[in-house]
T-cell receptor, first 112, second 114 residues
Framework: QQPVQSPQAVILREGEDAVINCSSS?????VHWYRQKHGEAPVFLMI?????EQKGHEKISASFNEKKQQSSLYLTASQLSYSGTYFC?????????????FGKGTLLTVNP | DAGITQSPRHKVTETGTPVTLRCHQT?????MYWYRQDPGHGLRLIHY???????DKGEVSDGYSVSRSKTEDFLLTLESATSSQTSVYFC?????????????FGPGTRLTVL
């Protein structure tokens, strides 16, 4: 099953903060976050692994709650360049971490 | 960009015709993937490969086949295209960086089936 992302869309003014959530009904091994601008390919932002290891963009932070099977992406002091659709991709415990299942995306619009 | 190219970048075809999309990588990565992206559905995995001649199905594999005869090329074939296969197709590779595998995407192919 696809992970569920919330909200589906959010509109911010430059400098405001946002949180995007990704929830799964299955036990997670990893969560991968991507941003996609219109007409372009998704771009890797961050990966979080079960056990606490993470790697990603220096200006973006995220959390991974293994018990709740969810991850949150924190966008602080948003810039115009943050606009785009954010996707989470999940790898499942017991399955292959090389196969990801993506959520439907969250559209983030940052206005001046 | 992980050295991934896709061809063609745009294609318009008619229902019932065969179509082959090509993904080419230059960095010798073992894992390669084909996704389709449709409004309201996000990215959905069609097929993936874990080595030359080693492939497996994803969640939306019906109507698609793949082949990988060389490490650098992963082909996606629509044997008889249907209008429901109109979509944007992304190829991806999995790259190990600092002990963590990350997926990187190619530029995409926009396919329209009339």
């Amino acid at each position: 099953q696809q992970p569920v992302q919330s909200p589906q869309a959010v509109i911010l003014r430059e400098g405001e903060d946002a949180v995007i959530n990704c929830s799964s009904s299955k036990a997670l091994y990893s969560v991968h976050w991507y941003r996609q601008k219109h007409g372009e390919a998704p771009v890797f932002l961050m990966i979080l692994l079960k056990g606490g290891e993470q790697k990603g963009h220096e200006k973006i932070s995220a959390s991974f709650n293994e018990k709740k099977q969810q991850s949150s992406l924190y966008l602080t002091a948003s810039q115009l360049s943050y606009s785009g659709t954010y996707f989470c991709g999940t790898g499942y415990s017991g399955g292959s971490n090389y196969k990801l299942t993506f959520g439907k995306g969250t559209l983030l619009t940052v206005n001046p | 960009d992980a050295g991934i190219t896709q061809s063609p970048r745009h294609k318009v075809t008619e229902t019932g015709t065969p179509v082959t999309l090509r993904c080419h990588q230059t960095e010798n990565h073992r894992y390669m993937y084909w996704y389709r992206q449709d409004p309201g559905h996000g990215l959905r995995l069609i097929h993936y490969s874990y080595g030359v001649k080693d492939t497996d199905k994803g969640e939306v594999s019906d109507g698609y086949s793949v082949s990988r005869s060389k490490t650098e090329d992963f082909l996606l074939t629509l044997e008889s295209a249907t209008s429901s296969q109109t979509s944007v197709y992304f190829c991806a590779i999995s790259r190990l960086l600092e002990r963590i595998d990350e997926q990187f995407f190619g530029p995409g192919t926009r396919l329209t089936v009339l």
